[in-house]
């Protein structure tokens, strides 16, 4: 068991507790999705105490050195300071300090260092222009040392990022973003950013509004349904992908509380309904049905590789695999997306996090302490999981 300070929250765990359940024991709202490490949504920084490596894991060098750690897969083997991890994607306004003609076409720029988390030498910060274009430039200096952020741009006199920026003069505000290691940078505003730049070079995160003009389903598909053996030789590869899936360490958390049996049956009776444009599915469209799940490209294309190998073993061939994967496709921007989206029934949001409280009028155990709950005790429950927790779990523990 451990103390943590939490902001304006004082707690101690209890024995083996995980961070992320305490907080939920306890109603503390925090952004979370898969509760197992493969999202990262839930990311702190420890301000003081021993993190333990087990709660960092698959997080990069520069967050490891600020400290950042997953709640959900710690357990505190001492008191902890703990603080939300800044949003690197948040911009900043700053102040151009310095600005240099190094050579022919290259130009030294100094900037006040007000992003929201300290920046190193090699990381890449995004500059915002007024119109809304957004270019990545690496910081070429070790602001820790030097205080200003420097950074080096060329002089192109036709393009009209460039005239801006060294148009600037000193004492000029800025919009900065970042810092972001090469492997972060697609976090950058892409949808606005340079086709050039690092920003945009690898594939960025989905975040597009639903269309709500798209069709609900994509055409039926008869031919796909016979290759499949009207149902026959679909059975076989979802149990196959699915027996995969459950032992998957970056999927397996997104099934926590379903079992395997049920994701089967609900994505038999998914297909055979695009398949055949039958009524046969009365489960949530994708978008509703993930809307919690922080799903990136490459987890999303992990998955997509896993269920491609699966038809292969199966021996559906490679037009009819396409074809699957293409219904697959018509969904990915209900589901690739840097954080969870709020579940809609028509023009209706329902909220994402946070806590309700009510009488209970049954029986119930603490999804906190293990306990019995009786019948007209007041508990708390969080509203997207339905997990509910007791008087004393949510009580005076909290300051």
């Not at 100094?110 to 274009?133: V, W």
């Not at 809307?291 to 037009?319: D, F, P, T």
């Amino acid at each position: 068991m451990a103390t943590i300070h939490l902001e304006n929250h004082t707690f101690t765990t209890l024995e083996n507790e995980k961070l992320l359940d305490a907080y939920l024991r306890l109603g503390i709202t925090v952004a979370f999705s898969c509760r197992d490490g493969a999202c990262h949504s839930c990311k702190q920084i420890a301000i003081s105490g021993d993190i333990p490596p087990k709660s960092q894991k698959g997080l990069s060098a520069s967050q490891i050195e600020r400290k950042v750690f997953l709640p959900c897969l710690c357990v505190p083997t001492e008191n902890m300071e703990i603080q939300a991890d800044i949003d690197p994607k948040n911009f900043t306004s700053t102040i151009l300090q310095g600005k240099t003609l190094l050579h022919a076409n290259t130009y030294q720029l100094l900037l006040e260092p007000t992003l929201l988390s300290p920046p190193s030498f090699g990381q890449y910060i995004n500059i915002r222009a007024p119109h809304g274009e957004v270019r990545t430039l690496m910081i070429s200096n070790h602001p820790s040392h030097d205080y200003f952020i420097e950074t080096h741009t060329p002089d192109v006199p036709e393009d009209t990022f460039s005239n801006w920026l060294l148009g600037l003069s000193l004492e000029d505000m800025l919009e900065i973003q970042g810092p972001f290691d090469s492997s972060e940078v697609k976090v950058a505003d892409t949808n606005q950013a340079d086709l050039n730049s690092p920003a945009s070079t690898t594939t960025p995160l989905n975040t597009q509004a639903f269309d709500p003009e798209k069709a609900k389903y994509p055409p039926p598909d008869p031919e796909l349904w016979t290759a499949l053996q009207e149902g026959e030789l679909l059975s076989v590869i979802l149990n196959d992908f699915y027996g995969r899936v459950y032992q998957d360490a970056l999927l397996a958390p997104y099934f926590h509380g379903t079992t395997m049996q049920r994701s089967i049956e609900k994505v038999f009776s998914f297909m055979r309904q695009v398949c055949t444009g039958e009524r046969t599915y009365f489960g949530e469209r994708p978008k509703n049905a993930h809307h919690w799940m922080v799903i990136s490209e490459e987890i999303y294309n992990h998955r997509e590789a896993l269920m491609i190998a699966c038809h292969r073993r199966a021996g559906l061939s490679e037009a009819m695999s396409q074809r699957w994967m293409e219904i697959e496709r018509y969904y990915r921007q209900d589901i690739v997306k840097s954080e969870p989206w709020a579940r809609a029934f028509g023009s209706t949001s329902l909220p994402l996090e946070g806590f309700g409280e009510m009488i209970i009028d049954a029986g119930s155990i603490c999804d906190g302490c293990q306990r019995v709950i009786e019948a007209g005790e007041h508990i708390k429950y969080h509203l997207r999981l339905g997990t509910v927790y007791c008087e004393q779990c949510n009580g005076s523990t909290v300051a």
